[in-house]
């Protein structure tokens, strides 16, 4: 058993063991990948502020996110095709986040469904949904999640239109992967990955096929997404969703202040400042660059919380002390579950966390809710002027 010490362990074993069209799937950011860089290199520039002789006894990372208790305020991000990255990958994360106390987010694209996460977990997740043209079954998938007992409807705003992945289209990414001279010695390499896939039924997009009408099966399904994404997406049809599912809302992918103001115009219990991880608008500005300026627009109004670049304990930190309630981690558990499956992500939390706790004691504080901005020194320039 390999020593793990840090979410880059982690990622060295996820590109060791899974194909290499889905590492690559989750290891790259849209075009000349600038955004996807520095989501990461953005919060390197962030320093915390060492205090001493304060008492560290009696530490809690406890807080809640809407409403609900979390062991720490981090979320697993929806994440598509995950059940690729392992089989049953999001059965398996969503039982270590589960078991660890932090919320999972079931992405539209995921690989098992609705169904097959709830009947092999307790805790209630959430679900994050794609707009998608045919309406017939956006409404069906909200019922299907309401029946499942989703406690929050993750409406992602930033996708629809795909940004292109190279890789991906030169990996000739698809899910089952396609059996072709390279792909099959590609897989031929990753023992537990090929045995774990070929026991479980679970090898395609299981929220679409047999529930969407024109996506009856696997040749009909590449054809039905890659027409379905809804490009006329807009803040009165984000009211009306919110309306149909009636419960509480997380508006995810806002990168700008105007945004964030509809969007609380729109209602919702919580936005997520986003770039998707750097995998849509390539030159957008990081995530952690814009919070401050959104957190002091509608901090006040609704919760602010925040992904794209987080691979650390620190890096949860130093959003928190920018202003977010809370934050969701998207590659991080993907490598833990591409590394290890379920202990994987589980490793992936307990590093994370355990960063997370011993930073905030060295910072001289003892509960994660006592985070501010004097926790932080920020370069003068690190919102920049961005005229
Ligand atoms: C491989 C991959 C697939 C993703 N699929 C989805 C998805 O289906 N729905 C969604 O809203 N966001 C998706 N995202 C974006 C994540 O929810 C999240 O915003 C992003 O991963 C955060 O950045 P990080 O990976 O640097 O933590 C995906 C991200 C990755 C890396």
Redesign the pocket.
């Known amino acids: 058993m390999p020593v793990i010490t840090c979410i880059d362990d982690l990622k060295r074993l996820h590109k060791l063991r899974t194909p290499k069209m889905f590492y690559d ?2 290891e790259s950011g849209s075009w000349t990948e600038q955004t996807f860089r520095e ?1 990461t290199s953005d919060f390197d520039k962030i320093r915390l502020r060492q205090r001493v002789a304060v008492d560290m006894s009696n530490r809690t990372t406890k807080t809640t996110m809407i409403g609900r208790d979390v062991a720490m305020p981090v979320a697993l ?5 995950t059940g690729m990255q392992r089989a049953d990958g999001e059965i398996k994360a969503a039982r270590a986040a589960e078991k660890f106390g932090v919320p999972f987010t079931l ?3 995921s690989i098992c469904s609705i169904e097959d996460v709830r009947e092999n977990t307790k805790a209630p997740f959430w679900f ?1 949904l ?1 707009v998608m043209r045919d309406e017939e079954f956006v409404d069906n998938i909200i019922q299907r999640a309401k029946n499942a007992g989703v406690d929050a409807l ?1 409406i ?1 705003l930033d ?1 629809q239109i795909l940004g292109q992945r190279h890789k991906d289209l030169k990996n000739g990414l698809s899910a089952p992967p396609k059996l072709t001279a390279k792909s099959i010695i590609d897989m031929g390499w990753r023992v537990q990955w090929g045995l774990e896939m070929l026991q479980t039924k679970r090898r395609t997009f299981r929220n679409i096929v047999g529930h969407a009408k024109s996506a009856s099966d696997m040749s009909s399904l590449s054809a039905w997404t890659a027409e379905q994404f809804e490009p006329r997406l807009d803040w009165s049809m984000i009211a009306r969703l919110k309306e149909k599912w009636g419960g509480k809302v997380i508006l ?2 806002v990168l700008d202040v105007e945004d964030a103001k509809k969007a609380v115009e729109v209602g919702c219990d919580a936005i997520v400042v ?1 770039n ?4 849509q608008l390539d030159g957008a500005l990081s995530s952690i660059r814009v919070l401050p300026s959104i957190v002091e627009a509608v901090g006040d109004q609704t919760e602010v919380w925040l ?4 691979r650390s304990g620190q890096d949860v930190l130093k959003a928190l002390c920018l202003g977010a309630k809370g934050v ?5 558990y ?1 490598h833990g579950l591409g590394a290890m499956g379920e202990a994987g992500v589980t490793k992936a939390l307990e590093v994370i966390h355990k960063e997370l706790d011993i930073s905030m004691a060295l910072c001289g504080r003892r509960d994660i809710n006592t985070f501010d901005r004097d926790m932080v020194l920020v370069p003068d320039d690190f919102e920049g002027r961005w005229a």
Not at 307 to 310: L, R, V
């Open positions: 799937y989750c989501n991000a929806p994440v598509g095709l992405s539209t694209m994050q794609y993750v992602t996708l995810k992918g986003s998707h991880g750097g995998r992904d794209s670049g987080i969701m981690i998207g590659r991080a993907i």
